[in-house]
C-alpha cells in the first residue's frame, strides 16, 4: 500500500495511470463518489485489491446499538473486540441496560469470531454522566457487590464475553476505592471465564491535576485489570479551540507516562473515527464545534473547494472554508490515512498489545485497509 496526497490537477484517472492501479479500487478504497471528485492535499490510500485478514493485534471499537447494521458488518472483520456502548447503573448497584436493543450486535460479533464486550460507565436512571453514582458504588461493599452480580448475570443470558469499565471524572477522594472496585470486577471476572479492561484518561504524569486525572492510579489500575485502553483523543473537543483531536506528539507523551507504569501488552492506544468542525472566530464559552466523519470532512473541503493543509507536528489534516450561507469562516480537524499511519508507527514502536476506536459509527474503509495493513497477517 502507499498514500498519495493529491496534487492541482489530479483526477482519479490521471493518479490511476500513475500509480498503475484502477481507478475503481481507488474510489471505493477511499469512498470517493460521482462525479469522483477530489480536494487538493487530500490523502488516498493507494491498495493492489481487497485482502481477507486474520487478527494479530488486538483491535475493538466502541459502537451504540444503534450503529447502521451495515457498518457493523463491514467493520466486525477488523475487530478482536466491540466494547458496545454502554450500560448504566443506580447509586446502590442496580444495572441499567441501553435504551437499544443490544444482543442483535453481540450475536453478529459472535458470529464472526469478534468478543462482545458490556461498557460499563456511570450513566444514571435519566441517561446523563453522575460521577456521584462512582462515590456511592465504590465506597459501599454491598453496593459494589450489588453491581458485580448484577454484571455476570447480564454477561451470561446476553453473551457477552468480557467488561470495559469506563468511568470518568472520578473524584481524587475515590482514586484508591475505584482501583479496589476494578479489582474486584476483574478477579470475580476472571473466575467465570471473563476478561475486563479500564479505560483511562490521557495523563503525562502520576501527580497530574484535574478531575480527569486524580482519580485514577494508572499503575495500580494496569497491575489489577487484564488490559487499558488510553483514551488519547479530544485534544481538540466540542468545546474547546481548534486543534487535533488526537495531536501525535501528546499522544506520544501519553504512551510514553503509561509505559513507566503499565506493561506495553497491556495497553491498548485509542484512536479517534471522527473530526470536529469549528466556527471562527472561536470565543471561550460559546463557540461549539459540530462533530463530522473522516470522509464527510474531505466532501466538505471539495464542496467548499478548500486545500487540506497537513500539520507535521500534530501529524493531524485540518483546512479552512468559509460557509456562503452565513459568510462565517470555519476550522476543521479530521484524521487520514497519514495520521493514523502515524499512530499505527507508535504502536509498533513500543509493542502496545493493540488499538481501539472511539468509535465505529461511521465507516472509514480506509483507516480498517490501512490498519491491516499495518498488523495482520493475511490470509491470501
Not at 51 to 63: F, L
Amino acid at each position: 500500500m502507499q498514500i498519495y496526497v493529491v496534487q492541482p490537477g489530479d483526477t482519479v484517472d490521471t493518479i490511476a495511470e500513475n500509480t498503475g492501479v484502477s481507478a475503481d479500487q481507488i474510489t471505493q478504497d477511499n469512498q470517493i463518489t460521482y462525479p469522483y471528485e477530489l480536494a487538493v492535499g487530500q490523502a488516498l490510500l493507494i491498495t493492489d485489491g481487497e485482502r481477507n485478514p486474520s487478527r494479530s493485534i488486538s483491535a475493538g471499537g466502541y459502537a451504540y446499538p444503534f450503529i447502521s447494521p451495515w457498518v457493523l458488518e463491514q467493520t466486525l472483520p477488523y475487530l478482536s473486540e466491540l466494547p458496545v456502548f454502554s450500560y448504566g447503573f443506580t447509586s446502590y448497584g442496580a444495572l441499567l441496560a441501553p435504551n437499544w436493543d443490544d444482543e442483535w450486535m453481540i450475536a453478529a460479533a459472535r458470529q464472526q469470531g469478534v468478543q462482545p464486550i458490556l461498557t460499563l460507565t456511570p450513566f444514571g436512571e435519566d441517561g446523563n454522566f453522575n460521577n456521584n453514582l462512582i462515590t456511592s458504588v465504590v465506597n459501599n461493599p454491598a453496593y459494589t457487590e450489588n453491581l458485580i452480580q448484577n454484571l455476570l448475570t447480564v454477561m451470561r443470558e446476553k453473551g457477552y464475553q468480557g467488561v470495559d469499565i469506563d468511568f470518568e471524572y472520578i473524584l481524587a477522594s475515590d482514586r484508591d476505592a475505584f482501583t479496589e472496585f476494578v479489582r474486584q470486577v476483574a478477579e470475580t471476572m476472571r473466575a467465570n471465564g471473563y476478561h475486563t479492561s479500564v479505560a483511562l484518561a490521557p495523563k503525562t504524569s502520576a501527580d497530574q491535576q484535574g478531575l480527569l486525572y486524580e482519580g485514577k492510579d494508572y499503575g495500580a489500575l494496569g497491575a489489577v485489570a487484564d488490559h487499558v485502553l488510553l483514551m488519547t483523543y479530544e485534544w481538540g473537543y466540542t468545546y474547546g479551540p481548534p486543534m487535533a483531536v488526537a495531536p501525535i506528539n501528546q499522544v506520544r507523551r501519553v504512551v510514553e507516562y503509561a509505559l513507566t507504569e503499565i506493561p506495553a501488552e497491556k495497553i491498548d492506544l485509542g484512536i479517534p473515527n471522527y473530526g470536529y468542525d469549528w466556527p471562527l472566530p472561536y470565543e471561550r464559552g460559546v463557540t461549539k464545534a459540530t462533530t463530522i466523519g473522516n470522509v464527510e470532512a474531505v466532501r466538505i473541503a471539495i464542496a467548499r473547494g478548500a486545500a487540506i493543509q497537513f500539520d507535521g507536528l500534530a501529524q493531524s489534516p485540518y483546512f479552512h472554508y468559509v460557509a456562503q450561507e452565513t459568510g462565517v469562516e470555519h476550522e476543521v480537524w479530521f484524521e487520514d490515512v497519514r495520521s493514523l499511519q502515524a499512530k499505527f508507527n507508535l504502536i509498533k514502536e513500543f509493542g502496545l498489545r493493540g488499538c481501539g476506536y472511539w468509535q465505529i459509527m461511521k465507516w472509514f474503509k480506509a483507516n480498517w485497509l490501512l490498519l491491516a495493513d499495518n498488523f495482520y497477517v493475511f490470509k491470501g
